[in-house]
């Protein structure tokens, strides 16, 4: 029976949370690797019918955590699209060092 790993196992998806509720990405790491470790163990000891409760919270929270940092991720690369959108210059200085609009400016080549 691997009650005794699923239970380590939900001790540390609940850390897990609470790592990425405070933004705390070396635990979450650190946590990652651990859990990987438990399945292992889990699958070796083998599951029994008397697990399968066990095993669908530990799902059930996995998932849970799975979809914070599915959040967080989508929050960042918005962010990034905003700062990145935001930092490009409109403006563009020619040779004389008059202001020209970037408006319709192309590529010429790819080979410079």
Known sequence: ???KTLLELKK????????LLKGAIES?????????RLVEKAKEEGLSEDDRELLEEVLKLNERNKALIEAGLSFIEEAFRVL???M????????????VSSAGAQIISREA
């Open 1 to 3: 029976m691997a009650k």
């Open 28 to 36: 979450v790491l650190r946590t990652a690797s651990y859990k990987a």
């Open 84 to 86: 990145s959108k935001s």
């Open 12 to 19: 540390a998806l609940e850390e897990e949370r609470e790592a």
């Open 88 to 99: 490009k210059p409109e403006t563009f200085y020619s040779h004389a060092g008059e202001g």
